[in-house]
Nanobody, 123 residues
């Protein structure tokens, strides 16, 4: 059983940056593909990006490509989401998730989820 705990959310002005962290425990962190998702009020959960278990391959939603970057530190069992050039439409609860799949194709392939951290971007 993998436990995931996100942190680093908060209030930031448009154009600013935040770095979210997701600390994993209870499993072999290096064997999981790690993903980030977000959910805004009244909207469905949305894929943000993912990073391979090796940390060498990333994939991002078009809406965040070039602004967000995911990295992982296996020594700390932590995955990060660096968010730059934030926009009000990035406001959401952000979740990290872990998948055994090499290339997860949907949110359903992620077996473990964190509780989420709120990001609010003011205009």
């Amino acid at each position: 059983q993998v436990q995931l705990v996100e942190s680093g959310g908060g209030l930031v002005q448009a154009g600013g940056s935040l770095r979210l962290s997701c600390a994993a425990s209870g499993g072999t962190f290096s064997t999981y593909t790690m993903g980030w998702f977000r959910q805004a009020p009244g909207k469905e959960r949305e894929f943000v990006g993912r990073i391979s278990w090796t940390g060498t391959s990333g994939y991002y939603a078009d809406s965040v490509k070039g602004r967000f970057a995911i990295s992982r530190d296996s020594a700390k069992n932590t995955v990060y989401l660096q968010m730059n050039s934030l926009k009000p439409e990035d406001t959401a609860v952000y979740f990290c998730a872990a998948s055994r799949a090499v290339v997860p194709t949907s949110a359903r392939t992620y077996a473990y989820w964190g509780q989420g951290t709120q990001v609010t971007v003011s205009s």
